[in-house]
């Protein structure tokens, strides 16, 4: 079991910037891929970011340049560095973990196996 705890939401004006962490507790945290995912209202889960345990990452085009994962295996923590944010952006934030992902799976919530609580980002114009 791995227990995921995100971090770091608010509100921020367009353009602004916000850091949001994902803590991870339980299991190997490092043989994990972690992905962050964003669920605005009215909307499903969007897939944003995924990393994997190698080091790897895949991000949805329209995050390219803007944001940035990143992980520290020694503090169990995945971050989301989120630059030139848009009112676009606004949804709720959501860490997961998935034992098993691949390039064809990576954007499907069902293939995560652990998520967090969630993490609202609000962006105004």
């Known amino acids: 079991q791995v227990k995921l705890v995100e971090s770091g939401g608010g509100l921020v004006q367009a353009g602004g910037s916000l850091r949001l962490s994902c803590v991870a507790s339980?299991?190997?945290?490092?043989?994990?891929?972690m992905g962050w995912f964003r669920q605005a209202p009215g909307k499903e889960r969007e897939f944003v970011v995924v990393?994997?345990?190698?080091?790897?990452?895949y991000y949805t085009d329209s995050v390219k340049g803007r944001f940035t994962i990143s992980r520290d295996n020694a503090k169990d923590t995945v971050y989301l560095q989120m630059n030139s944010l848009k009112p676009d952006d606004t949804a709720v934030y959501y860490c997961?973990?998935?034992?098993?992902?691949?390039?064809?799976?990576?954007?499907?919530?069902?293939?995560?196996?652990?998520w967090g609580q969630g993490t609202q980002v609000t962006v105004s114009s």
């Open positions: 990393m994997w345990s190698g080091g790897s990452t």
């Open positions: 339980g299991r190997t945290f490092s043989s994990y891929a």
């Open positions: 997961a973990a998935a034992g098993r992902i691949t390039i064809l799976t990576m954007t499907r919530p069902g293939k995560y196996d652990y």
